[in-house]
């Protein structure tokens, strides 16, 4: 067998890897938990690639747009967030509305390439303690009173 034809070959068989490796886009899950007895609503603004809402739980679903929501968590529910990026990057406006509290949209990023989002903060962030337990998840801990954010770097 020629060099040539083996070159072509191994060029041939390793074709769909470096193919599916090119299509599989780099995508980060993470969750709400809503400990809570109220209902919240979270929608994304998303300007670097898109935020998906799910659940795996059928008695917690309700009024959901999956792609950047608006998304109503019920109470004592955990829902999923797809975290989807372009160019290795994801970034927005994460909204967060209870019966008593709108605060304003916090920003998510990544800082990292292909890394899940942090979401910025400072001061008290009410009910909602960010990136808890990881790094752009939510952790809902009540229906109005101020609790105190955990910030990860």
Known sequence: MTNIRKVGLLAAALSPVVFAGQALAF????????NASCEWHFSSRATIGNVYFSSDDPSCMTHCTAQNGPCTIKPHCTYNIQYTYTGGR???????VS??????PWFYWNRLPDRCPYTDHSGSTGDVYLNEPENGDYTIGGCGAALHAKKKH
């Open 90 to 96: 994801t970034e927005g406006y994460m909204s967060t």
């Open 99 to 104: 019966p008593v509290h709108r605060p304003d």
């Open 27 to 34: 995508s980060c899950e993470r969750h709400i938990y809503n």
